[in-house]
């Protein structure tokens, strides 16, 4: 039995992502906002992964259709990378990470560096570095 957080942190749901998806104000690294959407992904829940998104890049259109493909697919875990920057009192930072999947019963993975940048004092993330 696993109780940890989606993400990977040896914490409760409740204790780790639960508190960013409630309130995206509390999320104060840009390591723990990405964490968070990772954790959204699992769930499909569209709207948290809409609200995360850097006002200026997000694609509200497409918010169904992402969030159908996060509930197709299983997702396993998340590995983080890297994280430079998005600290506290940073306002950009950016975060190197593999997100594993399970699609049509084959693993697979996600690889991306995301930039991060702090909208009205809120970390969102912004798109992809490389
Ligand atoms: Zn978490």
Redesign the pocket.
Known sequence: MNAN???G?EKTYEE??GIAHKNIANVKTAEDLM??RY?AFTHANGDYLMLSHHTTTRELDRKQEIADWAWSVEWLRLEIISAFDGGPDDEEGTVEFRAYFKENGKEKYLYETSRFIKERGKWKYHGIVR
């Open positions: 957080c989606p993400c942190r780790c992502c964490r968070s954790t």
